[in-house]
């Protein structure tokens, strides 16, 4: 049985408080580190308009929703086990862009901090993740602006046994009936299905500890959170006590339509960095394109980094392979309405502030006043003419 699944969640609460547990705890990564030498830049210079590292930090270990940052490095990386970091000459469809970039794992390897509590506390950070609920329920203390959605669907699911419920088809369905619904507590997708009536609070349970242990225990009984991107595979190939299918439902096909992992820059840096949002933003467009295309490459990355960092994080090529799939049959990613990939839909995200507002007060997490869409989201740096065919 797997000793860790995710613990990540895409809104999480006391993230004001993670600031003090990481004073003192910058990396130190020095962002003036000259580029790899002996190779020549190609169609992409980025050395003029982009820090000579640019340091990406995400927001869970090393796995197939992260591939399209995978895809930028090349066959010549070094990794950094105790940082749990991978560095190397960033890449554009395989051409050097005359700048490194240096990709930082999330989740237990920062304390399961959120990332922009990591962001502000060691700048040496360019690009973080980030998600719509966060963003909002962070924006008084931690603002950060988004630039590209890589995902286009959050892979976020609770996920019920088709055996013992077999004329449950949504969330709302499971709502009818006597199960326990798992999940970390303070989540505010679930406070929105509370709210929304799809779920009551005397059914939700906020102990979920990331481990199969319970769901397994309840025989088919309980419901739980996970990512259908995942979970629907682990469970079924990889947990032997359970060796069976799921069913599942996306919270955001449920109404939840926050963006998940979109990556982000610190909101007062935004115009500064503008000049290389221009150019990068292609350049990770095109890298996304590249590594559903072909994922081989960078999955090898992928698992040879989840080896070397050996946080417990248990991560094969069989859910890493099943998870490019699954992202791709259940749109997870995709162009959305249009040709592009990795814009946003403005409305979307208007609809997710009008749901976050007061869920942030009840959290204990207010938004700043006034807070707009534009100062969540941009799409001034997207190539529309990049998309999957």
């Known amino acids: 049985m797997p000793s860790i699944t995710r613990r990540r969640t895409y809104m999480a609460v006391g993230a004001l408080a993670t600031i003090a547990l990481l004073a003192g705890c910058a990396s130190g990564s020095d962002a003036e580190e000259p580029a790899a030498s002996g190779l020549t830049v190609g169609a992409i210079d980025l050395s003029d308009a982009c820090p000579a590292t640019v340091t990406i930090q995400t927001d869970w270990n090393p796995e197939s929703e992260h591939g399209n940052l995978y895809e930028l490095l090349g066959e010549d990386y070094t990794v950094d086990a105790d940082l749990k970091s991978v560095s190397g000459p960033l890449m554009a469809s395989g051409e050097y862009t005359g700048v490194n970039v240096?990709?930082?794992?999330?989740?237990?390897?920062?304390?399961?901090?959120?990332?922009?509590?990591?962001?502000?506390?060691?700048?040496?950070?360019?690009?973080?993740?980030?998600?719509?609920?966060?963003q909002i329920a962070q924006s008084a203390e931690l603002p950060v602006t988004a630039f590209m959605a890589p995902l286009e669907i959050n892979p976020q699911m609770i996920m019920w046994?088709?055996?013992?419920?077999?004329?449950?088809?949504?969330?709302?369905?499971?709502?009818?009936?006597?199960?326990?619904?798992?999940?970390?507590?303070?989540?505010?997708?679930?406070?929105?299905?509370?709210?929304?009536?799809?779920?009551?609070?005397?059914?939700?349970?906020?102990?979920?500890?990331?481990?199969?242990?319970?769901?397994?225990?309840?025989?088919?009984?309980?419901?739980?959170?996970?990512?259908?991107?995942?979970?629907?595979?682990?469970?079924?190939?990889?947990?032997?006590?359970?060796?069976?299918?799921?069913?599942?439902?996306?919270?955001?096909?449920?109404?939840?339509?926050?963006?998940?992992?979109?990556?982000?820059?610190?909101?007062?840096?935004?115009?500064?960095?503008?000049?290389?949002?221009?150019?990068?933003?292609?350049?990770?467009?095109?890298?996304?394109?590249?590594?559903?295309?072909?994922?081989?490459?960078?999955?090898?990355?992928?698992?040879?980094?989840?080896?070397?960092?050996?946080?417990?994080?248990?991560y094969s090529e069989g859910v890493a392979d099943f998870s490019v799939a699954q992202q791709v049959d259940l749109g997870l990613v995709s162009n959305g309405d249009d040709s592009t990939v990795g814009n946003f839909d403005l409305d979307r995200v208007q609809g997710s502030l009008d749901a976050m507002v007061p869920i942030a007060i009840e959290l204990g997490t207010p938004a700043a006043d006034g807070l707009t869409v534009d100062d969540l989201v941009t799409n001034e740096f997207i190539d529309e003419s990049i998309g999957f065919n």
């Open 102 to 134: 240096e990709i930082r794992a999330g989740g237990p390897a920062i304390g399961y901090s959120t990332v922009a509590a990591q962001m502000y506390q060691d700048t040496d950070i360019t690009i973080g993740y980030a998600s719509t609920g966060d």
């Open 161 to 314: 046994d088709p055996e013992t419920y077999p004329d449950v088809e949504t969330i709302a369905d499971l709502g009818k009936t006597d199960a326990v619904v798992r999940y970390f507590g303070g989540a505010a997708y679930m406070e929105w299905l509370i709210a929304d009536g799809q779920l009551s609070r005397d059914q939700v349970d906020g102990g979920y500890d990331g481990t199969p242990a319970n769901f397994v225990a309840a025989q088919g009984a309980d419901a739980q959170q996970g990512f259908a991107s995942a979970e629907p595979y682990v469970y079924e190939n990889e947990v032997a006590d359970w060796g069976k299918p799921l069913a599942f439902q996306t919270i955001h096909d449920a109404g939840w339509e926050s963006y998940a992992a979109t990556l982000a820059v610190r909101s007062a840096e935004l115009e500064d960095l503008s000049p290389c949002l221009e150019l990068i933003t292609p350049v990770l467009q095109q890298a996304e394109v590249d590594f559903y295309s072909d994922p081989t490459a960078a999955t090898a990355i992928i698992l040879d980094l989840v080896d070397q960092y050996d946080t417990g994080w248990v």
